[in-house]
């Protein structure tokens, strides 16, 4: 029987193409599109079901998991890094009560098979910035990265007692050019793009020697989808995966633009997302998720610019 499929969050910058992705590899009916209001996407509407969920509303979320024989969850709903230093309470009840909905859904056996994204912001100032290990000091220091380290532990925890089918990945900075950023200390990496065809010019909000672990959109989706379809027994993990892709700061990515752009003009204005970028790492060791399910990222910095500013200029 082939798996049906929600995807909550849909229409973040993740879920968006994440759907697409599932219908064209299960077929339309198969991937249940939600998110707490419309999507604004035509393309996800028109192909497919959609429906509202409060992730929060656990009676909701069975409903619709009855409704439409559901085997597998995309947990995708949070308040990102930057989003939730300004709503803490939110932050931290929407980023844990969802993910507790959930695990519930499947420890009770309604479904078969969760994943649920975790963050490099579950490291901190004293973990190990260079080629960040899989298994080293975690001491976040935003509501954000908090959240998502307990969330792992949560993991974990239902993997080990309850025998809950939970995979995850520590996702990079993600850079896409089919949805806006949703509040991520990231963003700028998406902004540049966005700017740069605009107006020529773009204020960057961290420093130009900000290195982070980027990683693009097309290799983030491959890696959820390889993760959820790799066999049980490869998956050794269960509380989150390192992944990597590219490293590079504002500068480097400046200069990569202005192949493109000659007169592209970068500025920089520091605010409080410096703080939460210094306490990142600026480079991941993914090799245990080589080992195990055979992870490898495709693109590099100018694969990756050429690709966004093609799609952009569109």
């Not at 419309?38 to 509303?57: A, Q």
């Not at 920089?268 to 703080?275: F, L, P, S």
Request: glycine fraction near 4%; include cysteine.
């Amino acid at each position: 029987m082939k798996d049906t499929i929600l995807v909550i969050g849909s229409s973040g910058q993740i879920g968006t193409e994440l759907v697409m992705d599932l219908r064209s590899l299960f077929g339309n009916n198969h991937v249940i599109a939600s998110d707490i209001r419309p999507s604004i996407s035509k393309e996800l509407l028109e192909s497919g079901p959609f429906e509202i969920i409060d992730v929060m509303d656990q009676n909701r979320l069975i409903e619709v998991v009855k409704k439409y024989k559901v085997t597998q969850v995309y947990l995708l709903a949070a308040l990102l890094s930057a989003t939730a230093e300004k709503n803490i309470e939110l932050g931290w009840s929407l980023n844990m009560q969802s993910l507790s909905n959930v695990l519930e859904l499947a420890r009770h056996k309604h479904i078969k098979k969760v994943y649920w994204p975790s963050s490099i912001a579950v490291f901190g100032p004293t973990t190990p910035q260079t080629f960040t290990p899989q298994h080293t000091i975690m001491d976040p220091n935003t509501v954000y990265g908090i959240s998502k380290l307990a969330g792992e532990r949560w993991c974990q925890y239902y993997y080990d007692k309850f025998d809950v089918d939970v995979r995850s990945l520590r996702y990079p900075g993600l850079i896409g050019w089919k949805a806006a950023p949703g509040g991520g200390t990231t963003d700028y990496a998406v902004h540049i793009f966005h700017e740069a065809i605009k107006n020529n010019k773009y204020q960057s909000f961290l420093s130009p020697d900000t290195t982070l672990p980027m990683m693009y959109m097309n290799d983030a989706i491959r890696a959820t989808i390889e993760i959820m379809e790799s066999p049980s027994e490869n998956v050794k993990i269960r509380s989150s995966y390192n992944i990597a892709g590219l490293s590079f700061n504002p500068q480097e990515l400046s200069q990569e633009i202005k192949n493109y752009f000659p007169n592209f003009e970068m500025s920089y204005q520091e605010d409080y997302r410096q703080e939460i970028a210094n306490s990142w790492p600026k480079s991941m060791d993914d090799s245990i998720a080589t080992k195990d399910w055979n992870w490898k990222s495709e693109f590099d910095l100018k694969k990756m610019t050429a690709d966004m500013i093609k799609n952009l200029k569109k």
